[in-house]
């Protein structure tokens, strides 16, 4: 029955980091068809030679691997591009990086973009991506071309493209047909490993018409939408100067909100907008790295904490590596308080635990105990080269997870079962090649921009 199929993690410190955190000292992992069949001491696996492969997680901590809740796979291509004006506010690095760059994309960037990010995603461990993409000259089949890159990588992703009214009608019309048409394609052709949600930019470029436009489209499919909200104190400026409401209120009104919505930032917002956002249950995605990067402030995530908000953690594309961006989490929290004993288990909380619940939504296909190591879970799993110098145990697990895993290398990424990276290296991907390619084709976007 065990065969290539079959991969078993010997002798790990394994973490389960479920809903109650088991830390399993010396434990095997045995993983089959692409599931998590058995997590035990001392497993057999019979006779060497039988196909199973085997992998030694001596020393090492095994973990299920990471989730982004907030990226845009399209700012890989930003890296070291110095062509931008200085900007002295938030819509000015729009318009002088973000919305310069995104015009220029074409498709073969859409494609190398994702698959340079995602090679990063395996190699930092984070195996689930939630992007959030536009490219308003190459809308149609960018979300194909993407999820082509995700499925080489081998990742898991969920995508949308955010529908903007900041281009025209004909853009906004086929960002609107590019997200029902990949929704629709995923609904035909389920795939394990993509997601689709429907995607806004914010609700500063969108026009009332575009949002009831889109409720009414999205009505059907339910898949919810991915919107930046308040990440600026512009979008509330605008927001009560031209529709007399606030952010979420507004969003609200055309029946945006709901269990299934992503609210990335949430940066500036009021009482009665968490109200709102608490009843709809939709999630809030903070991006703290981000916030910090375009100076626009820092989410009050511990208010929403308490009004029983889902509050997940993104990175908004300045990493692939959700350690580091939980270490900024925590650092910012701290700093804006005052108060060195603030926000550390409720930051860890944002990755760890409900980073998986709001995965979950969007991956109904999977077992309900995915994004976690117990049996019957997809197996989507990383080791991780961390040795503590002290004791480790699950009381003490987010402490090791900040100031100690944090600074460790993976070592090992395996995705559905799949084996993406082991010893370091990379697995059936040429990054090599990749990146050459990458170069050639963001050269030529460097150079129409
Ligand atoms: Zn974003």
Not at 24 to 40: Q, R
Request: aromatic share 6%; net charge neutral.
């Amino acid at each position: 029955m065990k065969g290539s199929n079959s991969i078993l993690i010997k002798n790990g410190t394994v973490a389960t980091l479920g809903e109650k955190n088991q830390i399993l000292e010396d434990f095997d992992l045995l993983i089959e068809n692409g599931e998590i069949k058995k997590i035990a001491k001392k497993i057999s696996v019979g006779e060497p030679g039988c196909g199973v492969k085997v992998i030694s997680a001596r020393n090492k901590l095994v973990l299920p691997g990471f989730i982004n809740a907030h990226t845009h796979y399209y700012s890989s291509f930003a890296c070291g591009f110095n062509k931008a004006a200085s900007s002295a506010n938030f819509l000015e690095v729009l318009e002088n990086l973000w919305w310069r760059l995104d015009k220029e994309l074409l498709l073969e960037d859409c494609y190398y973009s994702a698959l340079v990010a995602n090679i990063d995603a395996i190699k930092k461990g984070t195996t689930t991506l939630i992007d959030h993409h536009a490219s308003p000259n190459a809308i149609t089949g960018s979300l194909k071309k993407i999820s082509e890159a995700v499925l080489f990588a081998g990742v898991r992703a969920s995508l949308c493209y955010e529908v903007s009214d900041r281009d025209g009608k004909k853009i906004k019309d086929t960002g609107i047909e590019e997200n029902l048409n990949f929704i629709k394609a995923l609904q035909a052709r389920p795939n394990p490993m993509l997601s689709a949600i429907f995607g806004l930019h914010a609700s500063f470029t969108l026009s009332d018409e575009t949002l009831s436009m889109v409720a009414k489209k999205n009505e059907a499919d339910k898949v919810g939408f991915h919107i930046h909200c308040a990440e600026d104190m512009a979008d509330q400026k605008n927001c009560v100067d031209k529709h007399k409401k606030r952010v979420v209120e507004r969003l609200a009104s055309h029946g945006i909100l709901g269990s299934k919505t992503i609210l990335a930032h949430g940066v500036f917002l009021e009482e009665e907008e968490l109200d709102l956002i608490a009843k709809s249950q939709s999630a809030v995605v903070h991006n703290p790295q981000s916030n910090m990067n375009n100076a626009v402030g820092v989410a009050n995530i511990l208010k929403m904490r308490e009004r029983g908000i889902l509050v997940g953690l993104g990175t908004d594309a300045m990493t692939t590596n959700m350690l580091e961006e939980l270490r900024s989490a925590i650092w910012v929290q701290r700093l804006q308080q005052k108060n060195p004993s603030s926000a550390f288990s409720e930051c860890c909380d944002l990755l760890v635990k409900n980073n998986r619940k709001i995965a979950q939504r969007y991956w109904p296909a999977l077992s309900s105990n995915s994004f976690e190591l117990k049996k019957g879970a997809p197996a989507d799993v990383i080791i991780v080269d961390y040795n503590p110098a002290t004791l480790l145990n699950a009381d003490n697990f987010y402490g090791h997870l900040v100031f100690g895993a944090a600074q460790a290398t993976v070592d090992t990424t395996i995705v559905s079962g799949k084996i993406l990276m082991q010893d370091k290296k990379l697995s059936g991907l040429d990054e090599e090649q990749i990146k050459e390619e990458a170069r050639r084709v963001s050269s030529l976007l460097w150079e129409r921009v």
